[in-house]
């Protein structure tokens, strides 16, 4: 029988957990993506004016998410002609297990003069390799063919990059492109702290910023940086599409090497298949 596909349901009870939303640290918890993807599904339905475009959105990830309902609750904090701010709570059991923050600005015209911006733009994989919904493609500098379905084999020592289309966040309601940015945004943490013996590192937050909605279906996420110390990381990464690069992607972690994912272990047989 085929899994939903989707991270939540919506329920009478709150956002009910579905399979896809499961942890790769542990099968208990909820995943990263589809928490930021939640958070900032609720806060662009409840918050984002029209002529308003979401721009930047923040995530702390403090406690984890078990696989139970939960519920999310929003503030606006700032109402301007310019920019609004609003906040997000993902509760659970009557705590706060994370928390987001999102400004939503309004679009005008472009100030004359030239910039400097990044020369060298990531580039998607063709198209005829493009798989399901929810099928990642994987990549890295090392591998010879640059892109493929297969998670393991990339699992080396230099930049990687993901594509992918992304399933919806609930159930049954077409993902924003925002909500869709958030969820694959989310990847520049496994993009930027994986490495040759798996990842040792747990993102603690994420900020994703971006200067346009996504086109089309597919988002790739490319590495640009890991800086680590004494068990501290931090990454960043850049969002594209086929249009080009639409995005900026921050995220600090934690070492977690006792729960090191390794992804040749037998465990993750069924995602590297999938």
């Known amino acids: 029988m085929a899994l939903p596909l989707a991270f939540f349901e919506e329920t009478e009870f709150g956002f009910v957990p579905l399979?896809?939303?499961?942890?790769?640290?542990?099968?208990d918890t909820v995943n990263g993506p589809s928490i930021c993807g939640l958070l900032a599904r609720s806060l662009e339905i409840e918050h984002c004016a029209p002529g308003f475009t979401p721009a930047r959105l923040t995530v702390?990830?403090?406690?984890?998410?078990?696989?139970?309902?939960?519920?999310?609750?929003?503030?606006?904090?700032?109402?301007?002609?310019?920019?609004?701010?609003?906040?997000?709570?993902?509760?659970?059991?009557?705590?706060?297990?994370?928390?987001?923050?999102?400004?939503?600005?309004?679009?005008?015209?472009?100030?004359p003069g030239e910039l400097w911006t990044r020369g060298d733009e990531p580039a998607p994989p063709p198209s005829e390799l493009l798989g399901d919904v929810g099928r990642p493609l994987w990549g890295s500098d090392e591998?010879?063919?640059?892109?493929?379905?297969?998670l393991v084999e990339h699992q080396?020592?230099?930049?990687?990059?993901?594509?992918q289309t992304p399933v919806p966040v609930v159930l049954d309601r077409p993902a924003s492109a925002f909500a869709a940015a958030a969820t694959?945004?989310?990847?520049?943490?496994?993009?930027?702290?994986?490495?040759?013996?798996?990842?040792g590192f747990?993102?603690?937050?994420?900020?994703?910023?971006?200067?346009?909605?996504?086109?089309g279906t597919a988002i790739g996420v490319e590495a640009d940086s890991?800086?680590?110390?004494?068990?501290?990381?931090?990454?960043?990464?850049?969002?594209?599409?086929?249009?080009?690069?639409?995005?900026?992607c921050v995220v600090t972690a934690l070492a977690n090497a006792e729960r090191q994912v390794d992804f040749a272990e037998d465990r993750f047989a069924e995602m590297r298949m999938s």
């Open 226 to 248: 890991h800086l680590s110390l004494d068990g501290i990381a931090v990454g960043s990464a850049t969002l594209f599409d086929r249009a080009g690069s639409f995005g900026t």
């Open 156 to 163: 080396n020592g230099s930049r990687k990059r993901c594509w």
């Open 202 to 215: 747990i993102n603690a937050d994420l900020t994703i910023a971006l200067t346009r909605a996504v086109e």
């Open 60 to 111: 702390d990830l403090f406690r984890p998410t078990l696989r139970r309902p939960v519920t999310v609750r929003t503030t606006l904090v700032r109402s301007g002609n310019r920019i609004r701010v609003a906040d997000a709570e993902l509760v659970q059991d009557a705590t706060t297990v994370a928390r987001a923050s999102a400004v939503f600005l309004r679009r005008s015209e472009q100030p």
């Open 143 to 150: 591998h010879p063919a640059g892109w493929t379905h297969e």
């Open 19 to 27: 399979p896809l939303a499961a942890g790769a640290w542990s099968p």
């Open 184 to 199: 694959i945004g989310e990847s520049a943490s496994l993009m930027t702290n994986w490495g040759s013996a798996g990842v």
